[in-house]
Nanobody
Framework: QVQLVESGGGLVQAGGSLRLSCAASGSILSINGMRWYRQAPGKQRGLVATITSGGNTNYADSVKGRFTISRDNAKNTVYLQMNSLKPEDTAVYYC??????????????WGQGTQVTVSS
């Protein structure tokens, strides 16, 4: 079983920055795609950013130019640097990782979520 633990959320004023981290642990053989999602109150969970094992990235239009996803493969950790935050970025942020365990089975794991609140 692979566990994901997120950290770095909090309360910030509009225009500020936060950095989220998500560390994967367990019997991991390899991790392919790592993603950040977010879910605001009353809305569906939506994809924010993706990074492949090779470092290719993709972003939702709403965060392009403001957010940066990165990963440290040696630490099995993915990051989300969020700059120029807006009140509409307020949400619970979840990380997701897909890959293979040491036993050869695939996994698709989620973190518990971390709250990001941006005040105006």
């Amino acid at each position: 079983q692979v566990q994901l633990v997120e950290s770095g959320g909090g309360l910030v004023q509009a225009g500020g920055s936060l950095r989220l981290s998500c560390a994967a642990s367990g019997s991991i053989l390899s991790i392919n795609g790592m993603r950040w999602y977010r879910q605001a109150p009353g809305k569906q969970r939506g994809l924010v950013a993706t990074i492949t094992s090779g470092g290719n990235t993709n972003y939702a239009d709403s965060v392009k130019g403001r957010f940066t996803i990165s990963r440290d493969n040696a630490k099995n950790t993915v990051y989300l640097q969020m700059n120029s935050l807006k009140p509409e970025d307020t949400a619970v942020y979840y990380c997701n990782a897909q890959g293979y365990t040491a036993w050869g089975s695939n996994f698709n794991s989620w973190g518990q979520g971390t709250q990001v609140t941006v005040s105006s």
